[in-house]
């Protein structure tokens, strides 16, 4: 995130997919929490991978298909649940140590997923209402930061089902494990670049670029349940500074220099009826940025207190 002058506070970042899209500094994604999937005809049959500690070849199509099954099942179970969302953003040192206190935000947090009729592709989001600013309940006059996550933003794991990963090409990586899983990780990256949207408003901009940005994803290569999404921006990018937002003798511009995000999931369990999700853990994002007044910034968002909707009016924790 970044702030063009003293009294900026960060800078938001959106893409199709972090933040995740989860905040608005992720490449996605929004970030929330944004990579190689497929072309016309799924570029990446190719010989399999091992299975992790089996030996057997593991079939990345395969995976991918199992991928977007998944995702499908995992929106139509997460829009029977709500969360607790811990926001911490950090402004950083030019070596990433701690440069201040940080601002810490608290959410209510909810899924809507409405699909496709064929449910191949569709639209999800996260929904947020604010209720503690630094630890208390908020006030009238605590407006939204910067880089304060959306009220809603796009579901990070839109991207992965199946009509929408026509979008991507997928290269198998290598196999690997995430908290003691076997996984494998695929690469993937955009096939086409979106056009860049820069939206000033005040103090603050908003920044879309589609389609620049990669990223690897950890997924069980039998489930295709997904562990793990990272991402992070190809190159950098700059943004043109309006004379209104410049500081006087700053720079005209502004060098997005690095962005990188990071999704963990973990399993939660719920009773009565039993049942185990795997759901977001944390998203971490980190941001770089060159001539501006708050040029590194790192946003972590914690995930907690997730509830379950079995009937009307019934909700049971986790």
């Avoid at 309006?242 to 511009?253: D, E, F, L, T, V």
């Avoid at 399993?267 to 001539?291: M, N, S």
């Avoid at 708050?294 to 009307?312: A, D, G, H, K, L």
Wanted: glycine letters at 10%; proline letters at 9%.
């Amino acid at each position: 995130m970044c702030a063009v002058g003293d009294e900026l506070r960060g800078i938001r970042l959106t893409t199709p997919r972090i933040g995740a899209q989860f905040t608005r500094m992720s490449f996605r994604p929004a970030a929330l929490f944004s990579g190689v999937i497929v072309c016309a005809a799924w570029v990446l049959a190719g010989p399999g991978l091992a299975h992790p500690g089996a030996g057997a070849p593991v079939s990345v199509d395969g995976v991918l298909t199992r991928i977007g099954a998944y995702v499908g099942r995992y929106y139509a179970t997460a829009q029977r649940l709500v969360a607790v969302e811990t926001v911490t953003l950090q402004p950083l040192r030019a070596d990433l140590s701690s440069a201040e206190f940080p601002r810490r935000l608290e959410y209510d947090l909810r899924v809507e997923w409405t699909p496709s009729a064929d449910g191949q592709s569709g639209e999800a989001e996260v929904h947020r209402t604010l209720v503690k600013v630094n630890g208390r309940p908020p006030r009238p006059k605590d407006e939204p930061g910067c880089s304060d996550p959306r009220g809603v933003s796009p579901e990070p794991l839109a991207m992965f089902l199946p009509g929408q990963q026509r979008d991507y090409a997928f290269t198998p990586f290598k196999p690997g494990r995430v908290g003691g899983r076997a996984a494998l990780m695929i690469d993937y990256r955009p096939l086409t670049k979106g056009a860049v949207q820069i939206t000033w408003h005040d103090d603050c901009v908003s920044i879309e670029l589609p389609g620049r940005s990669v990223g690897r994803v950890w997924a069980d290569p039998e489930s295709g349940e997904v562990l793990r999404v990272d991402e992070h921006l190809i190159g950098m990018y700059d943004i043109p500074v309006p004379a209104a937002q410049q500081r006087k003798g700053g720079a005209p511009s502004m060098t997005l220099e690095r962005s990188d995000s990071s999704i963990r999931y973990r399993p939660v369990r719920f009773h009565d009826p039993d049942e185990t999700v795997l759901l977001p853990a944390e998203v971490e994002t980190l941001t770089v940025f060159r001539d501006a007044g708050i040029p590194r910034m790192r946003i972590r968002q914690v995930f907690s207190n997730y509830r379950r909707f079995v009937t009307e009016g019934r909700i049971l924790g986790d």
